[in-house]
């Protein structure tokens, strides 16, 4: 089983769809290992968001990200940092398959709704640097109904 980050940004949190956003990862199977409402500090974003600095979209993703509390997340499953992207969709909505969240609930790339971690190593630094090293594992009964 493998494990990500998730997060339900300001935009997606203001216009309420938390709800939503939730049930699509839910409804894939993926499970939920912890998730909290946080007010993001600029020292959090710009950690979180180290790789992107220096590039011309830096600040406004900064500004956007601590402009109103997210919903952040880890979740597991077979796959789920793949499983996860794909159900958010392409960066840019406006590119995003129909079907997808940033898709069906977004049309510009500055107001995409979800983070997803991209691969292994940036999934373990997220998830530690959201919630750190204290995770107590449960057991859902349905797991045999989706996994094999
Ligand atoms: P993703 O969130 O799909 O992993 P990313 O890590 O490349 O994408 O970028 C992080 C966020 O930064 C992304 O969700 C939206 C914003 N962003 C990326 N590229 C951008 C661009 N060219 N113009 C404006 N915002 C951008
Ligand atoms: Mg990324």
Do not use: C
């Amino acid at each position: 089983m493998e494990r990500t980050f998730v997060m339900i940004k300001p935009d997606g949190v203001q216009r309420g769809l938390i709800g939503q956003i939730i049930t699509r990862f839910e409804r894939r199977g993926l499970k939920i290992i912890d998730m909290k409402f946080v007010h993001v500090s600029r020292e959090l974003a710009e950690k979180h968001y180290a790789v992107h600095k220096g590039r011309p979209f830096y600040d406004g993703l900064i500004e956007y990200i601590t402009s109103g509390p997210v919903v952040a997340m880890v979740l597991e499953g077979s796959n789920a940092i793949t499983v996860a992207r794909s159900t958010m969709g392409a960066t840019n909505p406006a590119d995003a398959a129909p079907g997808t969240i940033r898709a069906d609930f977004g049309i510009e790339i500055g107001r995409n709704l979800v983070h997803g971690s991209d691969g292994p190593e940036t999934a373990a630094f997220e998830i530690g640097l959201w919630f750190g090293d204290d995770r107590p594992a449960w057991t859902r009964d349905v797991d045999r109904w989706i996994f094999e």
